[in-house]
């Protein structure tokens, strides 16, 4: 049970991170309590001119092993374990000479800064630390007696704390600081396994590695409002997005910001930006438009067109460097946020204008071949999988139909399976000239979303004062095979003129059939881009 108030008699500090830590010292060392230190914050005390005594001097060992044995001893573990009130734990203390500890500072070397830097593996290993999480389990579990810190931000707490209890640390603030330590060690354990996974590890592992992420900021909500909800930032390397992105301006991004953020900069990655501009709009995490382009301000044009109902207070991402002229015109209507890799000075200052418009620069584009897992929970588990990183560019296309698409078709074919990937199931894209022209998504029935999508080509018609749907002369993606003839004839009743989709059915054959009698050109890619 815990003491309601601890007296602070004896602190052992051992830090990577030395930010604060002389002052912090200096502190402690002025309310009376006497300092034990480790190696680099042994010297680092020294240098300051604090009385401190190196845990060596307590082992009767010195640090050894190019200091990976040093605090895995006895006169440590028994200072940081020993219950107080238990008569046989004090008279161990006494009968081997060993001193209570009642603070333990610690923080941990910075594997999951090694792992970022791309350090070689013989660093990221030295990096694994053996003696800070061994401390700092001990003290958590003896949080009773014992205050453990392991945050360089709770230095200030912890004196205040101090300071109002005349030199004593309470029990509530005890539990709180062990909490928070054992979070600690399990995050730098999940980084180190998630690390070894990718190294060395089996597709399905016997235990599931944890997440092993830091706080990147609470949120005000979830979803809905009556859902409590956080952003965590994963450990080591990661791929661009929202995780890397600095937000220049605009209001605190929201759950559903997050959500439909990253859910526009996978979809816009699909684009090379060596190759074309493109931008993606994206409402509830699915794309409203899509659209490349010569220029930004071309590809953004054209994919408001496809649908600038849904547009209203979406997603922009951009695949390039926003420029002035293309934050011009995105500026013109209610946009929650935008995502680019970067934006020059003065696209910066015309967003600026915009107050509560959130403007991310994420410092690249995320690979979309590149691996890694999705992880989602249920009801007393996770499923886990390896992200969707087949790329259209990479897969065989097969022509299964009398006539084979132009070169055109071709690759509108190509861009609308890049844009259907990102849409959820039941996905259908119509594209014309490299932009959508309807897109519709996550209906029970193919053949629903193959006539939604048709319904929002013709109304793009009627804005636009055009007497025949977008959808004529476009070519139609399908996310994945169709299992019945209906929703492609409904994609040839609206004008389309090729088809994409990963074929597999049992019915492939009277599809085929069908798209032959439309006079349908169509391919088979083998790939399926189901999206839930």
Known sequence: MAHDQVRVSRALLSVSDKTGLVDFARALHARGIVLVSTGGTHRALVEAGLPVTEVADLTGFPEMMDGRVKTLHPAVHGGLLAIRDNPEHQAALAAHGIGAIDLLVVNLYPFEATIAADRSDADCIENIDIGGPAMIRAAAKNHADVAVVTDVSDYAGVLAALEAQDGSLGADLRRSLAQKAFARTASYDAAIANWMAGRFGADAPARFRAFGGALGQELRYGENPHQSAAFYRAPGKVRAGVATARQ?????????????????????????????????????????????????????????????????????????????????????????????????????????????????????????????????????????????????????????????????????????????????????????????????????????????????????????GVAESLALGSVVASDAFFPFADGLMAAAEAGATAVIQPGGSMRDADVIAAADEAGLAMVLTGHRHFRH
């Open 248 to 464: 220049l301006q605009g209001k605190e991004l929201s759950y559903n910001n997050f959500n439909d953020t990253d859910a526009a900069y996978e979809c816009v990655a699909e684009f090379d930006p060596a190759r074309t501009a493109a931008v993606a709009i994206i409402k509830h995490a699915n794309p409203c438009g899509v659209a490349e382009g010569a220029s930004l301000l071309e590809a953004y044009e054209r994919a408001l067109s496809c649908d600038p109902t849904s547009a209203f207070g979406g997603i922009v991402a951009l695949n390039r460097t926003l420029d002035a002229e293309a934050a011009r015109r995105i500026v013109e209507i209610f946009t929650e946020v935008i995502i680019a890799p970067d934006a020059t000075p003065e696209a910066a200052a015309i967003v600026a204008g915009k107050k509560n418009l959130r403007l991310l620069l994420a410092g690249g584009v995320p690979d979309p071949r590149a691996g890694g897992e999705t992880v989602r929970t249920l009801a007393g588990g996770l499923l886990v999988q390896t992200r969707d990183a087949a790329v259209v560019d990479d897969m065989p296309l097969t022509v299964v139909t009398k006539r084979a698409p132009s070169e055109a078709e071709l690759a509108d074919l190509r861009f609308a399976y890049r844009v259907a990937k990102h849409v959820k199931s039941n996905a259908i894209v119509y594209a014309k000239a490299g932009a959508t022209v309807g897109i519709g998504a996550g209906q029970m029935s193919r053949v629903d979303s193959s006539r939604i999508a048709a319904w929002k080509a013709a109304e793009g018609a009627k804005r636009l």
